[in-house]
């Protein structure tokens, strides 16, 4: 499998999911510049975390307008997989890739630490390898990771099953203490209505060896590339 | 010069002819500027700088001591650690969120201009009580600043400490140390070599802020300091950030001779201190300068602090290739001159030379004072004084009062707004004895520390300072890794009195002492001088930065209980005191009394135990006994997993020194029964004392003294009060 691992100016978490990628599945990945006009020979593209343009403005409202959006769109019309971690996230809800919107974390405050999210659809590319109901330990950091939607879009991402993850007790019950960033319905990730685009705040890239807390972050990783040999 | 000018640069009459004599006459304003800020203490170090030639600067593993931007460690394998701490206590005193904020992004800059790839943070912080708005403010603010710059530039902020003490009430205390990696042969210094090489400034744009920082950051603050607040400079992480990457990627690519970052004094100081340090001259011409403001006057040009920008030393025929990589990542270079053979620093603006300046006068000229007080120790009366706590009858009170201390108690309030694990590389995070990252090209590992109990240093500055270096490298000996150098910041009142000047010089007395008897050199630091407000000085502070290695990152160790029915016990020491203890402190006790005695040599051979047993896994956990003493130790241990310890306390002179006196020299360890007897003999072997406290298991901490059962307490109930401290006084 390929991975194209983009790179925005103030991007910090390329590094981690290129070595993911690279180091511990064993997979190909290589970076590619917000400033180039092709993401090259590649299965999946991952927009990673860090702090795009500073995040000054809105949070991912600059690096959706970089050249390489414009191929990271025409990917994802073709069915392509293209996945965003924390800022990739909100770069994704920006460039209207994926609905909803994250606001400033609810206590105002930068959280890191680990969470807990409950998988609410196992039938995505990004979760296959997992069950219903199944409950990964993974990390948050974010300072801008409440979600949030209106009602009518709410209404939709149910019905078509786009929240693919949420946040929970290690027993997997949807609990306000479980919620980090006060999302909307501790919601955590969601994907398009196709399924082939997902973002999701919390870090599996940082949960893929054991001596850095967690492996339960490979799951979803596993999910993408089980999802790619099958087509 | 008319009126003495020099004087309200904060120059007196003979440095102001000393100036003269360097120059060969009388300085114009601009060179005078240039002076004033370059002999400022905190740049000149002219209180210090005699002080600080008795550390141990060298060893087989240093490659770069003192004077560098960073210092630099030879860990094998090809690789070295880059390391060094600063403060940034008057600005975060009067911008609290500005003030830290720059000063992780200053750090981290003398990181990367050595040709290293920063991989972690660290921050020691000093405030006043949290009981009111002010100091709520000024906390809030710095930590925030912290993570603002720290999680931005997407360097993990692992590790730190933080106490509260009423001295610190207006001048706070915000010490920040980064840590490095890099191949050897990657190191880049701030020299401006070979005459003819191009100068160029990469970076933000020079504006109006932080002009005279520096001599802002050599005097004492009062009422007025909050006018000073222009003084204190803007950071932009995301440039910063941009910064980083072009730099490594100029440096790799082998395309600039030297690097210096611009921090206090800006282009005076990176002009200067580059030439000075080659032994070269500069021809530079001011209106190259990309100006934020218009019409900036050349003194403010030159004197200017403006945040994230960098000074390039360039051969002519690469000056294409650095331009392209800098474009790439849309930052601006201005060549603003060239290097040459006459040692002047020659600054033009608007077509007139303005400056003409012997780069080493400038840079290094300043004089050095020495004051030679009556040798009296720096040992503070209150040493003499020795006022027992009295009136303690129920020992699981006062434990559950010390972990609610916030001195004492969870710092998660403050660490998760650090991002501590980008880089994917944080294998053990803040809330353990040392941090640990792995480096993932060697497989080694560096553990980091940042240590110092200022309590100890009013009392007897020798002995605290000798035990802050004793702390901090027994932290690392507790995860398991091999001290291999230091870096300090030595915060003091205004050395200019007496008492202040003694407190300095026994501390840095003590420390090069340990430093010496624990052989881990000095490679670099800071000192800051004039901490006090309205004439109160702060407790001597010097806080300890420490790196150690771990030949694989799979050795570490961390200070948790493993399992139930493990041994717990005590090595090290027996020898402990009240004096200066968290006790004292905490439960109204008057400070006072002798600190415990002070044994290097113990000290040096506890440590190289303790990393054997730990790296061997013959110990499960091994935990530094630090405030607050046995009984803390236990609970901090316990907590984790919820594993509860029954251990019974001997040999101490009474149930409250036993469980909540202090001294150096003491590790809590656990293990397997199985590993009980090999420990006797390594511990024999080794000649550390060892005591067998007791078990593991349950859900209680049970401490008992003979038949009597002195301590009883749920984990739950340990876990209430050291919990959600931050965030009840926050509120």
Known sequence: ?231 | MNDKIWRSLGLTDDEYALIKKQMGREPNNVELNMYSVMWSEHCSYKHSRSMLKIFPTSGARIIQGPGENAGVVDIGKGWAAVFKIESHNHPSAVEPYQGAATGVGGILRDIFTMGAQPVAFLNSLRFGPLDNDRTCYIFDGVVAGIGGYGNCVGIPTVGGEVYFEQCYRGNPLVNVMCVGVMPLEKLTLGRADAPGNLVILVGALTGRDGIHGVTFASEELSNASEERRPAVQVGDPFLGKLLLEATLEAIEEKAVVGVQDLGGAGLTCALTETASRAGTGMEIDLDRVPLREAEMEDYEILTSESQERMLLIVEPNRKEEVKNIFSRWELEMAVLGRVTDDGLVTVYHRGKKVVSVPAWSVAGGSPEYAEDYAANGGTSVCQKVNKPVTGIENCGEVLLKLLADPDIASKEWIWQRYDYQVRTSTVQGPGGDAAVIKIRQTGQALAMTVDGNSRYCHLDPSAGGKMAVMEATRNLSCVGAEPVGITDCLNFGNPEKEEIYSQFRAAVEGMAEACRVLETPVVGGNVSFYNEVDGQAIYPTPVVGAVGLLDRYEQQGTADFKKTGDWICLLGSPAVSLGGSQLQKSCGGELGGLLPPVNLELEKRLQSLVRCLVRSRLVSSAHDLAEGGLAVALAESCLPNNIGAAVEVTGQPDKISALFGEGPSRVLISMGGENLKNLKVEAEKAGVPLTILGKTGGNVLLIRSGDDIILKLEIGSLRSAYEEVFSCLMK
């Open chain 1, 1 to 231: 499998m390929k991975f194209a691992v983009l790179v925005f100016p103030g991007s910090n978490c390329d590094l981690d999911a290129y070595h993911l990628v690279q180091d511990v599945l064993n997979h190909e990945a290589h970076y590619v510049r917000y400033d180039q006009m092709t993401l090259g020979r590649c299965d999946a593209v991952i927009l990673p975390g860090g702090f795009s343009y500073g995040d000054y403005l809105r949070s991912g409202a600059i690096a959706r307008f970089s050249p390489i959006m414009e191929a990271v769109q025409e990917f994802a019309e073709q069915g392509g997989l293209v996945f965003g971690i924390c800022n990739g996230f909100q770069v994704l809800t920006e460039a209207g890739m994926l609905p909803g919107a994250l606001y400033r974390n609810q206590n105002l405050q930068f959280r890191c630490r680990q969470v807990f999210l409950r998988i609410e659809n196992d039938d995505t590319p990004y979760t296959g390898s997992a069950a219903r109901g199944d409950v990964l330990k993974i990390p948050v950091a974010h300072g801008d990771g409440c979600y949030y939607a209106p009602p009518d879009v709410l209404d939709k991402l149910d019905e078509n099953r786009q929240i693919i993850f949420r946040y929970s007790n290690a027993k997997g019950e949807i609990t306000e203490e479980a919620n980090p960033n006060g999302s909307l319905d501790n919601i955590a990730g969601v994907c398009n209505k196709r399924g082939n685009v997902a973002g999701m705040m919390p870090h599996p890239e940082r949960a893929g060896e054991a001596v850095l807390g967690s492996e339960d972050g490979l799951v979803i990783f596993k999910s993408i590339c089980h999802y790619m040999e099958q087509f």
